[in-house]
């Protein structure tokens, strides 16, 4: 049985350096809720020093929300970097699908990096894994065949740890598949929560060797926190002060007593 | 008269993807605020897929605020790709009057591209009408002038519709000219309302072909949101949440009630 | 005595404009607390334009937090520039000792670029004043010696004043030095505190010509906003918000009751 609170716990006493290079919509959010988890983040993307940065780092975040090729050479030195010494690298595959430049740099840091998971929402997932999906901007519009199967279609085909994000969260390596239920509508109104999502995750896969349990957890923590801001919330403003502070303040009891995620 | 709740629903129904090219100072809160008026907002910068990406919206925002060469060359390839699609393209001249790379890079938008709307404060659009005007980094701060008479110079001059925010906001096309007298001085304590505003109109442009009105509902809706969101707000801190709140929650009986617009 | 009221005031008064060229993380967090002080933020980094941006301005903020080559080339062009005009020039030294590119640009910064405050934290200031220092990403993770000596030694070796802040800001030009003890935990549990420091510092430093002075009534103002935000923050989300109000109301009587400041 997965213990979330186990892993959040570890975040907090170990404070993992969380070194990300991603996107300049939810870069600020992407730190703050690592920061709120209680671990530190670090954004840094030129090319000249993302690898001494990622070696110095406990995960990596490569997030494509608005890449450009530059970007994304900077993103293959760090992954390679952090490869060399074992340090689990993320990929949110922001967009993908959208264009040809979001799929194809997908698709080469998949091939040239070693990655710990693989996250995004059905559609990004759908298209990484061959099947047909639509994808509207950086939004989810449509997905042929069902969740889980796309995502151990993906795990399958990259050897990788998939986190596909949605109303419920299909986590798998292909042989182990935990399905996430927490989390509330409020979080698809928040610009971010799907950023901040995989940049959860790089923390609890700082901590945490086994992605799968990781990400679970992860996703698990910060769902719960969005459950807890939800129900106060008047609006996406107080929904996002609530979130921040709901993530601080997470406690056992409440993380044992809300954790809602099964082993399929 | 103007009915800008009718519009404001139909973004909501519609959810039209808001394209953006934008600056990296307030890029979060534009993308917000689509989303907190119902509509998919998203950005991407990269010469290699702008044009695919302005080509699957439905409005696209060019806000120059942090602008470089670089960056100017991926709006002309958005606006030139979003043109040949006619989806309906916002300038935002953040700034132009303080150096001469924004008032040239902002004459070569508007030369190169169709613009639905140029949105600015009065002192940018003054830059713009070719009136003594001066701008403080990217604060009005004074114009030559009276702004309806400003609007409608750069309307006359650029055949395009022009948005002149201020106290009271001038709309016009040079043939039909609005006034909204809604909104409330803290959004002007608050940084980022400016370039909000302007991915507000893109929204709205998105489902209504007159950017008059488009426009004009769009401030309209915004500047109600303001006046909410100031009723109890202690500062810049809670006005800000306060507004996103607003937004997200305005319904049609305040809409009708608050609507300060005139037709001139 | 100090009387940081009084610079408050003149900020508040002059509404002095501050040109930041700064990181992508925090950069609406610099400029939003500049404008919760009264004073106009701008940012602008294109090479073409930060010379003529720094020359209009009232204060010039370097903050490296997510530096690149690129951007250093605009720094170093824009502090040359307000160097002629005499408008005071603020580095923040984000995460120096952390990557060479870091330690390396600061330094070429402080060589090239007549600076008024260099700001850092304890280890960020120290590995700039050759004393062992470590810097884990962007936190202070250790410092051989203590802050004041630290500070003191900085500030003559480069005849700058110098801002080190921590749990007690240090504040010296080498002969004045100052302590600052106000402030609360819970800004270093806020992403951007730090940042946001130096562009407080330069909205004082810009109407307050003893930079000691302005960087201490700074700091103290913004530790004093601190300590009222945490009082009934339940987390890093009401604190943020009640940060900005706080900031905003401050008034004569709370920031002479509460100056925490020794000189030494």
Known sequence: MLNAYAILKKVREEKPL???ITNWVTIYDCASIVRAFGALPVMAHA?????????????????????????????????????????PVILDAVGVGATKLRTESALRIIREVKLAVIKGNSAEIGVLAGVKASVRGVEAAGLQGNPIEVALRLAHKTHTTVALTGKQDVITDGKKTMLCNNGHAMMGCLVGTGCMAASVIAAFCAVEGDPVKASTAALSCFGIAGELAARKA?????????????????????????QNVDEV
Chains 1, 2, 3 share one sequence.
């Open 18 to 20: 969380i070194h990300h």
């Open 47 to 87: 090319a000249e020093e993302v690898e001494e940065m990622a070696s110095i780092a406990s995960a990596l975040v490569l997030n494509i929300g608005t890449l450009t090729p530059t970007l994304v050479e900077s993103m293959l030195r760090a992954g390679k970097a952090a490869n060399k010494k074992k340090i």
């Open 234 to 258: 008047r609006g996406p403003g107080t929904f996002k002060e609530r979130l921040y502070d709901s993530v601080y303040n997470l406690d056992e009891k409440t993380v044992r007593r809300m």
